[in-house]
């Protein structure tokens, strides 16, 4: 078995550069001040998915949000059904004191007995250290639109979602007359808004209903609104747990802090015609036009304030939207709006194309799907599908809201999978990926936000579950910002209950936004204070094995087992590649930050001295990255995680120009792992393949993960791919796929995370030609690129910051009024120049 010491290529150059004076170093850019200046908008196609019948199944309705209010569309014609939710609407209450005071006691039993090689004794002893399960996110219910028609059978029926405006449209012919129906989710106006229009006067007549799948009960307002008012659960079990009790408690004796109130409002404004409101609903007869709103809110005041005593007034702020919305026309409401919604999307373009025929743009989505599965050519589809990752990140993540959980914000069941949670081993990470990159940095505040919150209960966490300082995050969290080791006191495999690295892992995040953005009040005020804790805990949680290394122990690689030197299978040892990266980063990314703010020397000597003695990374027998603390062999070889390739991606430790025999080993290791598995799966390993250089393989992945899928059920191995409305399926589905899907392939077209700027490192032989602008990289700059036949045609760099830039290409290039020479490499061709901050740079391929 090879060892590798681990080399920090990102961490290392930005110290070199700071422990310098001012202005030495050609890559001082990456960690200067970056001015955000947002890119014109510029006009762009309509993005449209498109469909010639309605939802039969959630799948295939339509989503629409606005960041806290979420909708999913069927597009029916006799009943339509909106099925509704509120980003805020969890069940459970603020974490309460801790149920395990004894499990700090076992900690010293479970490293001896990892160390003694009894990792059976280590798994079990693992389960006396686990606390309770996450909370669920909710349904808020059900809008159901009943028409009454002259006429039976309906023609000339379309539905369809515009991502380049944020709008569903569904529209048919019944009886000679044509009817139409429009709805947004208004980030401005905090409503979602129906526009009902017919081609005939008089010709709209139906009864509007409100329901829930939790408790409620229906109100006659005076005011002429539905009012529909009720009660989250005080618990809600994960749904893969079975018990001899009920799942969903809503009357907890232990606790009066449990089960937030929450209220749906829905009003009805008719043109012509009449108008009744009672309990039932609202009935119209006869009306030209009906425009209906719906507010809604929850009486969640934050992750540790009593929802029930210490909560917001929820009927006071619904009724507040209502009211200012009430007051705007349908095409005020709508030209908010879009100037909301215009202002993120259209900071990115791209067009894919390559030589083969394409009739997918000509296609309903659905049928386009299943034409691109049989093996269709459909670049279109492909740049449409970065393009919809980012409006579901722009629906269902917005400044001053809620992060986007395993579902973004849309969900139908009182017991979603996997509690619709924030799993934190992988999936809520993946949320975030395409935020930087595709230009949408604004939109990671949410994460930041639930970040600050984990480390507050997470302190608490790390003191009562393990006596040390820091704070921790286990492997689920939720919006009450749940840090302990989950599992129902027990009852959790630790395999992945166990898992302690989520802290570490998200601060990564926060130091990605700094090196986008290079916001340097951001990184002294909150990325810093909140990297110093996570090091804080993991320097107590590190120990030395008897070669000295500093390991993790317990330690395991997230939901994955093997089989040691004797056959035994296990889950439970010390040292995992994945645990051993994450601290790499963590800790080389403190120390760069440290040094820059010239603050905490002491600690971050410390924090170095630890770092050169970390385990380190090891090449086996087979030619792969070792996954585990030996070289064992797996259980399940085709495993959907592939979490010891954490250094490749979304790390920066391994990389063929940087490492290559790393780089060869992580090659391996997903050619063993092979291709197949779970929809984010598939969507990590475009990651990987394009950070491997490797585009075709990547674009291999992206059709994989473009797969129609009818799979309703849990698949763990395979079935993963799209639903006809392109959400991922894991299945069932989970939205971490669509995101991470997004940012692959950005991947593929630009890689700034080795201190260069990157054009074009994985470009497929599908996309022979295209042009993508408006992505972003690393250091302040925003990067537009243009390519024919495979090869660079041009690009543009707009430097925010005024910073030097290292271009890395396949052939040279010149700059436009610069002199710039390119210097030949073993991969490829750089090119250093100088920039003036706000300058765009015009770059040519060399004759």
Same mark, same amino acid.
């Given at each position: 078995?090879?060892?590798? =010491?681990?080399?920090?290529?990102?961490?290392?150059?930005?110290?070199?550069?700071?422990?310098?004076?001012?202005?030495?170093?050609?890559?001082?850019?990456?960690?200067?001040?970056?001015?955000?200046?947002?890119?014109?908008?510029?006009?762009?196609?309509?993005?449209?998915?498109?469909?010639?019948?309605?939802?039969?199944?959630?799948?295939? $309705?339509?989503?629409?949000?606005?960041?806290?209010?979420?909708?999913?569309?069927?597009?029916?014609?006799?009943?339509?059904?909106?099925?509704?939710?509120?980003?805020?609407?969890?069940?459970?209450?603020?974490?309460?004191?801790?149920?395990?005071?004894?499990?700090?006691?076992? =900690?010293?039993?479970?490293?001896?007995?990892?160390?003694?090689?009894?990792?059976?004794?280590?798994?079990? =002893?693992?389960?006396?250290?686990?606390?309770?399960?996450?909370?669920?996110?909710?349904?808020?219910?059900?809008?159901?639109?009943?028409?009454?028609?002259?006429?039976?059978?309906?023609?000339?029926?379309?539905?369809?979602?515009?991502?380049?405006?944020?709008?569903?449209?569904?529209?048919?012919?019944?009886?000679?007359?044509?009817?139409?129906?429009?709805?947004?989710?208004?980030?401005?106006?905090?409503?979602?808004?129906?526009?009902?229009?017919?081609?005939?006067?008089?010709?709209?007549?139906?009864?509007?209903?409100?329901?829930?799948?939790?408790?409620?009960?229906?109100?006659?307002?005076?005011?002429?609104?539905?009012?529909?008012?009720?009660?989250?659960?005080?618990?809600?079990?994960?749904?893969?747990?079975?018990?001899?009790?009920? $799942?969903?408690?809503?009357?907890?004796?232990?606790?009066?802090?449990?089960?937030?109130?929450?209220?749906?409002?829905?009003?009805?404004?008719? %043109?012509?015609?009449?108008?009744?409101?009672?309990?039932?609903?609202?009935?119209?007869?006869?009306?030209?036009?009906?425009?209906?709103?719906?507010?809604?809110?929850?009486?969640?005041?934050?992750?540790?304030?009593?929802?029930?005593?210490?909560?917001?007034?929820?009927?006071?702020?619904?009724?507040?939207?209502?009211?200012?919305?009430?007051?705007?026309?349908?095409?005020?409401?709508?030209?908010?709006?879009?100037?909301?919604?215009?202002?993120?999307?259209?900071? =990115?373009?791209?067009?894919?194309?390559?030589?083969?025929? /394409?009739?997918?743009?000509?296609?309903?989505?659905?049928?386009?799907?299943?034409?691109?599965?049989?093996?269709? $050519?459909?670049?279109?589809?492909?740049?449409?599908?970065?393009?919809?990752?980012?409006?579901?990140?722009?629906?269902?993540?917005?400044?001053?809201?809620?992060?986007?959980?395993?579902?973004?914000?849309?969900?139908?069941?009182?017991?979603?999978?996997?509690?619709?949670?924030?799993?934190?081993?992988?999936?809520?990470?993946?949320?975030?990926?395409?935020?930087?990159?595709?230009?949408?940095?604004?939109?990671?505040?949410?994460?930041?936000?639930?970040? %600050?919150?984990?480390?507050?209960?997470?302190?608490?966490?790390?003191?009562?579950?393990?006596?040390?300082?820091?704070?921790?995050?286990?492997?689920?969290?939720?919006?009450?910002?749940?840090?302990?080791?989950?599992?129902?006191?027990?009852?959790?495999?630790?395999?992945?209950?166990?898992?302690?690295?989520?802290?570490?892992?998200?601060?990564?995040?926060?130091?990605?936004?700094?090196?986008?953005?290079?916001?340097?009040?951001?990184?002294?005020?909150?990325?810093?204070?909140?990297?110093?804790?996570?090091?804080?805990?993991?320097? &107590?949680?590190?120990?030395?094995?008897?070669? &000295?290394?500093?390991?993790?122990?317990?330690?395991?690689?997230?939901?994955?087992?093997?089989?040691?030197?004797?056959?035994?299978?296990?889950?439970?040892? $010390?040292?995992?590649?994945?645990?051993?990266?994450?601290?790499?980063?963590?800790?080389?990314?403190?120390?760069?930050?440290?040094?820059?703010?010239?603050?905490?020397?002491?600690?971050?000597?410390?924090?170095?001295?630890?770092?050169?003695?970390?385990?380190?990374?090891?090449?086996?027998?087979?030619?792969?990255?070792?996954?585990?603390?030996?070289?064992?062999?797996?259980?399940?070889?085709?495993?959907?995680?592939?979490?010891?390739?954490?250094?490749?991606?979304?790390?920066?430790?391994?990389?063929?120009?940087?490492?290559?025999?790393?780089?060869?080993?992580?090659?391996?290791?997903?050619?063993?792992? &092979?291709?197949?598995?779970?929809?984010?799966?598939?969507?990590?390993?475009?990651?990987?393949?394009?950070?491997?250089?490797?585009?075709?393989?990547?674009?291999?992945?992206?059709?994989?993960?473009?797969?129609?899928?009818?799979? /309703? &059920?849990?698949?763990?191995?395979?079935?993963?791919?799209?639903?006809?409305?392109?959400?991922?399926?894991?299945?069932?589905?989970?939205?971490?796929?669509?995101?991470?899907?997004?940012?692959?392939?950005?991947?593929?077209?630009?890689?700034?995370?080795?201190?260069?700027?990157?054009?074009?490192?994985?470009?497929?032989?599908?996309?022979?030609?295209?042009?993508?602008?408006?992505?972003?990289?690393?250091?302040?700059?925003?990067?537009?690129?243009?390519?024919?036949?495979?090869?660079?045609?041009?690009?543009?760099?707009?430097?925010?910051?005024?910073?030097?830039?290292?271009?890395?290409?396949?052939?040279?290039?010149?700059?436009?009024?610069?002199?710039?020479?390119?210097?030949?490499?073993?991969?490829?061709?750089?090119?250093?120049?100088?920039?003036?901050?706000?300058?765009?740079?015009?770059?040519?391929?060399?004759?």
């Amino acid at each position: 078995m090879k060892t590798y =010491l681990s080399e920090h290529f990102q961490a290392d150059w930005v110290r070199t550069n700071f422990s310098q004076p001012s202005g030495v170093g050609y890559l001082k850019w990456i960690l200067i001040l970056v001015l955000t200046i947002p890119l014109l908008s510029t006009s762009q196609t309509p993005l449209k998915l498109w469909y010639r019948q309605p939802a039969r199944v959630w799948t295939e $309705a339509l989503p629409l949000g606005n960041g806290r209010l979420g909708a999913m569309v069927f597009g029916r014609v006799q009943e339509e059904l909106i099925q509704l939710n509120e980003s805020t609407l969890w069940s459970g209450g603020p974490v309460t004191d801790n149920l395990n005071p004894d499990a700090p006691g076992y =900690l010293p039993q479970i490293r001896e007995a990892v160390f003694k090689g009894d990792y059976q004794k280590a798994s079990d =002893l693992s389960k006396k250290m686990q606390g309770v399960y996450s909370e669920s996110y909710l349904p808020l219910g059900d809008l159901s639109i009943k028409q009454t028609f002259n006429g039976t059978d309906s023609t000339s029926y379309y539905r369809d979602l515009n991502i380049s405006d944020a709008l569903a449209t569904t529209r048919f012919k019944r009886g000679g007359t044509e009817y139409t129906r429009q709805l947004f989710s208004s980030a401005p106006d905090q409503v979602i808004v129906i526009r009902l229009t017919a081609s005939k006067p008089g010709a709209l007549t139906l009864q509007i209903a409100a329901r829930s799948q939790l408790r409620y009960q229906n109100f006659a307002e005076a005011n002429g609104a539905l009012a529909t008012r009720g009660k989250a659960p005080a618990h809600d079990d994960p749904s893969y747990t079975r018990y001899n009790r009920p $799942a969903v408690v809503y009357d907890d004796s232990t606790s009066s802090c449990k089960g937030m109130r929450w209220v749906l409002l829905t009003k009805a404004l008719n %043109k012509g015609g009449s108008m009744q409101t009672d309990t039932s609903g609202i009935s119209i007869r006869g009306a030209d036009e009906v425009l209906i709103l719906l507010s809604a809110a929850t009486s969640f005041n934050g992750f540790d304030k009593c929802p029930v005593s210490q909560g917001k007034d929820e009927n006071a702020l619904a009724a507040s939207y209502l009211q200012k919305a009430a007051a705007k026309s349908f095409d005020q409401l709508q030209a908010a709006h879009l100037a909301d919604y215009h202002q993120y999307f259209n900071r =990115l373009s791209i067009t894919l194309q390559n030589k083969k025929k /394409s009739d997918g743009p000509d296609l309903p989505t659905d049928e386009r799907l299943k034409a691109y599965t049989a093996g269709g $050519a459909d670049p279109a589809l492909e740049a449409m599908y970065l393009q919809y990752g980012r409006y579901l990140l722009i629906s269902s993540s917005r400044p001053g809201g809620t992060a986007a959980n395993l579902q973004g914000i849309w969900n139908q069941i009182v017991r979603p999978p996997w509690s619709s949670n924030y799993t934190t081993n992988i999936n809520v990470q993946m949320n975030y990926w395409p935020a930087e990159v595709t230009n949408l940095s604004e939109l990671h505040e949410p994460l930041f936000n639930l970040i %600050k919150n984990m480390a507050v209960n997470g302190q608490k966490t790390a003191r009562e579950f393990y006596g040390l300082n820091g704070w921790v995050l286990h492997h689920n969290s939720d919006i009450w910002a749940l840090t302990n080791p989950v599992g129902d006191l027990g009852n959790g495999d630790p395999k992945w209950a166990n898992w302690a690295m989520g802290a570490n892992w998200l601060c990564q995040h926060l130091w990605q936004h700094y090196l986008f953005t290079g916001d340097e009040q951001f990184l002294k005020d909150t990325a810093y204070p909140l990297m110093k804790g996570a090091v804080q805990f993991t320097l &107590g949680w590190l120990i030395k094995d008897p070669d &000295g290394y500093w390991v993790t122990a317990p330690s395991g690689s997230p939901e994955n087992s093997f089989k040691d030197e004797k056959g035994v299978q296990g889950a439970i040892a $010390a040292a995992s590649t994945m645990d051993m990266s994450i601290i790499r980063d963590l800790f080389s990314h403190f120390v760069t930050a440290s040094q820059h703010l010239n603050t905490d020397k002491a600690f971050r000597d410390t924090v170095i001295e630890r770092e050169k003695k970390l385990y380190p990374f090891h090449i086996g027998k087979k030619g792969n990255l070792v996954e585990w603390y030996r070289d064992w062999e797996d259980v399940e070889v085709h495993h959907r995680h592939v979490s010891h390739l954490y250094g490749l991606h979304p790390g920066e430790q391994i990389s063929p120009v940087k490492t290559p025999e790393l780089a060869a080993a992580a090659r391996r290791t997903l050619e063993i792992r &092979g291709d197949e598995g779970t929809g984010w799966s598939k969507a990590w390993k475009i990651n990987f393949w394009a950070r491997l250089l490797d585009g075709n393989h990547a674009h291999l992945l992206l059709r994989d993960l473009l797969h129609l899928t009818g799979e /309703s &059920g849990t698949g763990y191995a395979s079935g993963g791919g799209s639903y006809p409305n392109l959400f991922d399926a894991h299945p069932p589905f989970q939205i971490d796929g669509n995101f991470a899907g997004a940012a692959g392939i950005a991947e593929m077209l630009l890689q700034t995370h080795l201190g260069e700027v990157h054009l074009l490192p994985a470009l497929p032989d599908e996309w022979n030609s295209g042009t993508v602008k408006g992505l972003r990289g690393r250091g302040g700059f925003e990067v537009g690129i243009s390519w024919k036949e495979g090869a660079l045609s041009t690009a543009t760099i707009k430097s925010l910051n005024g910073q030097p830039c290292m271009l890395r290409t396949a052939a040279p290039v010149t700059i436009r009024n610069v002199k710039a020479l390119s210097q030949k490499t073993k991969s490829g061709y750089t090119t250093l120049f100088d920039t003036q901050k706000g300058k765009v740079y015009e770059i040519t391929a060399a004759n």
